[in-house]
């Protein structure tokens, strides 16, 4: 197959990065005229090139701003044959990006591990599940920018990553269902999570509580009353969502977003959201119907809405699902590989798979890149 060839200039109008150069992958494509994703390799192809230069070259290319550049431009790059071995030196590589802080994650509702200095685990759910595409946090106000994803082990089988340009899902949605985005537009969505409480004897099954993913200023001995302030508090003012206790003790956290956001470097659009996933997940797991009860886990799965509490046809997230999977890009996992993802304008997902599969992942808050005043 035949690459499109990305336009070879950067920031400061020299050649395309210095000390890399760009590789073919399958699947390639042109999005708004630019090469998604950019894969990139060392010009020498050296593998015994000492890490400590690797690391000067990307933090000149942050420096420079080309690697701001290349994000907004082409949303990911994916670097290959790097000499990186371990967990620690990734901190490092990481850290050359020079990133403003790393990202704090606020309610986590899935499994993840802190390995390293700035790396945790992607997801250690099994890998006979899969995972629909979404932008990182786009369920709620407190999202990352920056997500790196570090394979560490290949599987047998499957456990790719794909990965799918908002920017194209928002052009094909709009095309095909230019009322819903006028909807979309106009009134955001609503979104809900259930997190039960940490003494549910159902919480560890579901592998998250309200307690863990929200509860970071309760202490020992607060009573439930103070603990639910504490939670309240967090939520009102780290991700402007609100909090509907419910009789069994647990929490649904109600989530008032956009939909698509206008991205300001570019001027361009995004499908910015989980829409898809959650829809996705609530119909694996038999959970459409209310009260939206897992049919053989102890979960629930909340549908989102339209801003004025309308549900979103099943129709356009039945065909918002398809769209994502015609365009998305398979990331082919070596081990040692990265993709540097603009989580602004990049969906992931992950693929089923056979065998043991380790993704690291690398979650950094930068510029805000998305025009509020849109
Ligand atoms: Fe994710």
């Known amino acids: 197959m035949s690459v499109p060839k990305p336009v070879e200039d950067n920031a400061t109008g020299g050649p395309l990065v210095v000390g890399f150069k760009p590789f073919e992958v399958p699947g390639q494509h042109l999005v708004h005229g630019n090469i998604f994703p950019l894969a990139l390799k060392l010009v020498d192809e050296d593998p015994s090139v000492p890490l400590g230069d690797v690391i000067e070259k990307i933090k000149q290319l942050a420096k420079d701003g080309t690697i701001r550049h290349l994000l907004n431009k082409h949303g990911v790059l994916y670097f290959r044959g790097l000499p990186l071995k371990t967990r620690e030196e990734l901190s490092v590589f990481v850290e050359a990006f020079g990133f403003k802080n790393e990202h704090q994650e606020i309610g986590l509702s899935g499994i993840r591990s802190q390995v390293s200095k700035h790396i945790k685990t992607a997801s250690e759910l099994p890998g006979t599940v899969s995972m629909f595409f979404h932008n990182e946090y786009a369920r709620t106000n407190h999202f990352p920018e920056i997500v790196f994803f570090y394979s560490e082990r290949v599987p047998e089988q499957g456990g790719q990553t794909p990965l799918a340009s908002s920017l194209e899902l928002y052009d094909s949605v709009k095309a095909e269902f230019p009322e819903l985005v006028d909807k979309l537009l106009e009134l955001g969505v609503i979104g809900r999570q259930y997190y039960p409480s940490k003494d549910d004897p159902d919480a560890k099954a579901i592998g998250w509580n309200w307690q863990d993913s929200y509860g970071f200023d309760i202490k020992e001995g607060d009573s439930l009353e103070v603990q639910h302030e504490k939670v309240e508090k967090l939520l009102r003012e780290e991700v402007k969502a609100e909090a509907e206790w419910q009789p069994n003790g647990s929490l649904h956290v109600v989530q008032r977003v956009p939909a698509i956001r206008k991205i300001k470097s570019s001027g361009l659009y995004s499908f910015f959201n989980t829409l898809s996933g959650v829809y996705g997940v609530a119909k694996r797991l038999g959970a459409l119907e209310y009260p939206y009860k897992e049919k053989n886990g102890p979960g629930y799965k909340l549908p989102s809405s339209f801003g004025d509490g309308s549900p979103i046809p099943e129709k356009y997230l039945e065909r918002i699902i398809e769209i994502q999977d015609s365009i998305g890009f398979l990331v082919p996992w070596k081990e040692g590989d ?29 510029i805000d890149d998305f025009d509020r005043t849109a």
């Open 338 to 366: 990265i993709a540097v993802v603009n989580n602004y304008t990049v969906q992931h997902s992950r693929t089923k798979f056979v065998g043991e599969r380790s993704v690291l992942v690398s979650l950094w808050d930068d």
